[in-house]
């Protein structure tokens, strides 16, 4: 479900932006007539009366005759210009900045030719930068450098340059339409379709050309994808130009917004099999694949990147920094784009951005330990820039890495200072759900669901879904999970993480049968997929169909094949099993991978309570110290799980004690009590207990009973034990839907022959 990737056309955008009409920055020289010869007079004069070709001549001539003329070579330069030879302009004008760097006319008209071809944006912007250093309230020549660094993709500079102009008096129409486009570039659609607006309330014109392209992505991306479809449609060329492929690759875009894909792939067909339209096709591909859950698009998208990478002889900055953030989402292209990524960060030490992507697929694929990772964002983070534009990039990297306690401050702190990355809410909300902060996390989700981009994710239902299970509400997280697996969305993502919702409630509600066959689906739509694999090995070892070698053989065969991944559905599992010693290399990596993960640092402190006791207890200590665990509730949980971890039973019930008097009906605490006091065998308060959670959640009725009747067969009770789990499998088998439980049989056959070996009696099933 990768819903914090953006908008991938918002990077290699020159070609787009290349009719945004140019301040007129540029006028002709004030000629000192007693200081300059006759010969150069003249050929202004000519220039003055459109004789631009013998003006060229005659500026020629007296630049031999006076070779450090500067007003010559300015004049020459005017004429090339004039004469549409805009190359040999910017090159004169090259010359004139040699001998006088700070010539104003030279500098604004190298400015404004830097937004004629790629290759001269770098000269105009330090043109730019250089007027602005003689004069810092040009606000032309500020807005001329704002478009020119929106053209090589450097958005923080360019709408800080673009504040400023905006924000210094009543901007000229051109710079509200440049701004406009670059601001929905950005990321930041909503101010661009104000600037767009304000440009049209200004100019009473429609917008049209390359500028259109832009505006038809500002009304897709904030919820209007039929006037984005009706804005571009009457403007497509009948011939396929520059524009036109261009156009069509946004219009197709606009279609998939509106639901209608089959229009937007028919879209797409004139600009396959061209060269020229490998970046645009595959920024359309790569969207329609994504969100209609088409590999086959997706796959083609990042081939067609990769030829337009290798075809082009010295990329850009922009063009490798998007073929490598498209690539991180296509499944089996995330190596090639972080190898992109590292030689953009070591291109660009200084890029925040860049690095904080790069960390991101360093955890996806596991190359970096957790620590590490959170290390190195502790020192691009701190401080955070006062710069708006930077701001809403680096919450745009940030929201790319999987959500961590130790960044809520930091999402929270971006809210504040004004970002527009709605995913940041929904990231707050699932470490507020870790946190058992429930009406804070579904406070927080309301707020991304009423923006354009949260109304069309179905991401937060998962969540929904996810705090109803967390608050006993099984039956209404069920239903969410199956209303998304109903729901028709193309997102696999939203689909698989639907069955494993589902199948999670399942074996909560002790229908183990039902959760293992929603497994089986997924493994029979991707056999090779490694999480679903240990996530149904999971589900059987809790229901008992499989052994602990069998689940071992599991892990074994994942380490072998991924031994540098950790996914979630690994941690589960190695925290199901029991501790021993041979795993402690597994719990050693999982911990460095990702500290925060309690059930691998219980198992850590068993192991190391059978062979240093004290050692044990200074882990545990430290756990104490440094989990924050949020409410004294969860704690004091923590407290008594450590304890019953090293064997402290007397503490760990204190503990449990202890939450059951702030909080008596503490379903956790007390299941956990029951189980303290089995192990201290006091098997009559344990029943009490536990039939207290019997009546406190009769969904879990089965598991309960289960544990009661290995609770009678302790006590000596073997017959109470039997008759329990008699009871089970009569009621599992009256209820509708259910699956039979084989493991029950399996349970009540052990109880018997104990007990009839007790009494000196051959069971039946041996004697043959």
Not at 548 to 553: G, H, K, R, S, Y
Request: charge should be neutral.
């Amino acid at each position: 479900m990768q819903k914090y990737q953006g908008s991938l056309a918002s990077l290699g955008i020159s070609s787009m932006l290349m009719g945004v009409a140019l301040p007129a920055l540029v006028a002709a020289p004030t000629i000192a007539q007693e200081s300059v010869p006759i010969e150069i007079r003249r050929a202004y004069t000519q220039l003055g009366q459109g004789l631009v070709n013998q003006a060229i001549d005659a500026f020629k001539a007296s630049i031999q005759r006076y070779p450090d003329s500067v007003e010559a070579k300015l004049g020459l330069a005017i004429a090339y210009r004039r004469s549409g030879n805009d190359e040999k302009a910017f090159e004169v004008y090259q010359t004139v900045l040699a001998q006088d760097p700070k010539n104003l006319l030279a500098l604004r008209s190298v400015g404004v030719l830097g937004g004629y071809k790629p290759e001269w944006q770098s000269k105009g912007i330090t043109a730019l930068t250089t007027l602005l250093e003689i004069n810092s309230t040009d606000r032309d020549a500020r807005a001329q450098r704002a478009l020119l660094y929106g053209y090589q993709g450097k958005f923080s500079e360019s709408l800080s340059d673009y504040e400023m102009v905006l924000s210094s008096g009543t901007p000229s129409a051109d710079t509200l339409l440049g701004a406009a486009q670059i601001y929905t570039y950005s990321g930041n659609p909503r101010r661009g379709l104000d600037l767009f607006e304000q440009y049209r309330a200004l100019t009473k014109k429609a917008i049209t050309s390359n500028a259109a392209i832009a505006y038809s992505r500002a009304l897709r991306e904030t919820g209007s994808p039929g006037q984005a479809i009706s804005t571009l449609e009457s403007q497509i060329p009948v011939k396929l130009n520059s524009y036109g492929i261009q156009a069509r690759s946004e219009l197709a875009q606009a279609y998939l917004a509106n639901r209608q894909p089959a229009q937007a792939l028919a879209t797409l067909d004139p600009l396959r099999g061209r060269d020229d339209s490998r970046l645009p096709l595959a920024r359309a591909l790569n969207e329609i694949g994504r969100q209609q859950g088409r590999p086959d698009l997706q796959a083609e998208a990042a081939s067609l990147y990769q030829q337009a990478l290798q075809s082009t002889p010295n990329p850009s900055a922009s063009q490798i920094k998007e073929t490598a953030d498209v690539l991180s989402g296509i499944p089996g292209q995330e190596q090639t784009a972080l190898t992109l990524f590292r030689q953009l960060a070591a291109q660009n030490p200084g890029d925040r951005v860049i690095a904080i992507q790069q960390l991101a697929l360093e955890g996806k694929l596991g190359t970096m330990p957790r620590p590490v990772i959170l290390q190195q964002l502790r020192g691009l983070l701190s401080p955070l820039p006062n710069d708006p534009a930077q701001l809403n990039a680096i919450a745009g990297a940030l929201v790319r890495l999987d959500p961590d306690p130790e960044l809520l401050p930091v999402y929270q702190t971006l809210l504040q200072a004004g970002v527009t990355e709605s995913f940041l809410h929904f990231r707050i909300a699932q470490l507020l759900i870790e946190q058992n902060n429930f009406v804070a996390a579904r406070s927080a989700l309301a707020v991304y669901k009423a923006t354009p981009a949260g109304s069309r994710d179905l991401s937060p239902d998962l969540l929904m879904a996810d705090i109803d299970r967390r608050e006993g509400n099984l039956e209404q997280a069920a239903a969410r999970y199956i209303a998304l697996m109903n729901s028709g969305s193309p997102d696999l993502d939203i689909l698989n993480s639907s069955v494993r919702g589902l199948a999670g409630i399942r074996l909560s509600q002790n229908r183990s049968q039902e959760a293992l066959y929603l497994y089986d689906q997924l493994l029979a739509r991707n056999p090779n997929d490694w999480p679903t694999r240990l996530g149904r090995t999971a589900i059987a070892y809790q229901a008992k169909l499989i052994s602990e070698l069998d689940a071992d053989a599991v892990i074994n065969q994942f380490l072998q094949s991924r031994p540098a991944q950790t996914p979630t559905e690994l941690f589960t599992l190695a925290s199901l099993l029991p501790a021993r010693s041979y795993r402690e290399p597994l719990y050693l990596s999982l911990a460095a991978a990702n500290p925060n993960n309690i059930d691998i640092q219980v198992r850590l402190v068993q192991l190391m309570s059978k062979r240093n006791p004290l050692q044990a207890q200074v882990m545990a200590n430290r756990i104490l110290t440094q989990v924050r665990s949020g409410t004294a509730i969860s704690a004091l949980s923590l407290r008594g799980r450590l304890a019953q971890a090293l064997g402290n039973l007397d503490q760990a019930d204190q503990a449990y004690v202890a939450i059951l008097n702030m909080q008596p009906d503490n379903i956790d605490a007390i299941s956990a009590l029951g189980g303290i006091r089995f192990e201290q065998r006091q098997f009559d308060s344990a029943e009490r207990y536990y039939l207290l959670a019997l009546a406190m959640k009769p969904e879990d009725a089965a598991n309960i009973q289960r544990t009661l009747a290995d609770l009678s067969s302790a006590a000596g009770k073997p017959l109470q034990a039997i008759d329990r789990l008699e009871a089970l499998k009569v009621q599992q088998q009256s209820t509708p839907g259910a699956f039979p439980d084989p493991s029950i049989g399996r349970r009540q056959q052990e109880i018997q022959e104990g007990f009839l070996q007790q009494r000196g009696f051959q069971p039946p099933w041996e004697r043959y």
